[in-house]
């Protein structure tokens, strides 16, 4: 007997969810809140168990309603057949050009340079503090790796850097490093 791929995804992504709810009830036992208010140890996997069942539910409910045709070739006429003919010519004839149309060479390059900047990051540390080494190693991968657009990326770089001040700087109390300068 073999099982389709619909109902493999669908019981994977159901086994998901209860994993997910198995990581709230654990997170519960923890305490969500402590008694002066502060969020206590169990918040964290509460609320990403929370967000992995919805997720993870609605996914298995999307996969287990949507109709798939038979084939989906079939489905295609006139241009979309030959562009899709195209396209897996061109897959079958470099396989290892990516979606973003990036060879293995230029992803492993990347990643080395995504590397050197981290570890740069690291060392800026003690010097700018956690918050601003971070935001200038978003900022420096978004611009020179995947040569996005200089004002969303500063944009995405400072609401990144804000979402982590907030999340561990004000919610969780956490001390973050704030380095010689002390900014942030």
């Known amino acids: 007997m073999t099982l389709s791929p619909r109902i493999v995804r669908a019981a994977f992504s159901a086994a998901l969810a209860l994993l997910g709810l198995a990581a709230a009830i654990g997170g519960w036992g923890y305490g969500v809140a402590q008694e002066n208010g ?14 992995i069942v919805v997720l993870a539910g609605v996914d298995t409910a999307s996969i287990l ?36 149309g990036r060879t293995q060479r230029q992803r492993n390059r990347m990643l080395v340079v995504v590397g050197g900047m981290l570890l740069g990051a690291l060392l800026l540390v003690p010097v700018l503090g956690l918050l601003i080494s971070l935001g200038v190693l978003m900022l420096t991968i978004a611009i020179v790796v995947e040569r996005r ?6 944009i995405v770089s400072v609401v990144a850097v804000g979402i982590v001040h907030l999340i561990f700087g004000v919610l969780l109390n956490v001390p973050l490093p704030t380095g010689l300068i002390g900014l942030i």
């Open 38 to 51: 502060q969020i206590g140890p169990g918040f964290l996997p509460v609320a990403l168990g929370i967000i």
């Open 65 to 100: 309603l949507r109709r798939e045709p038979a084939h989906p070739a079939e489905q295609l006429t006139g241009v979309e057949a030959e562009a899709d003919a195209a396209a897996i010519d061109t897959v079958e004839e470099s396989p290892d050009i990516d979606a973003l």
């Open 149 to 154: 657009p200089i004002i969303s990326s500063i």
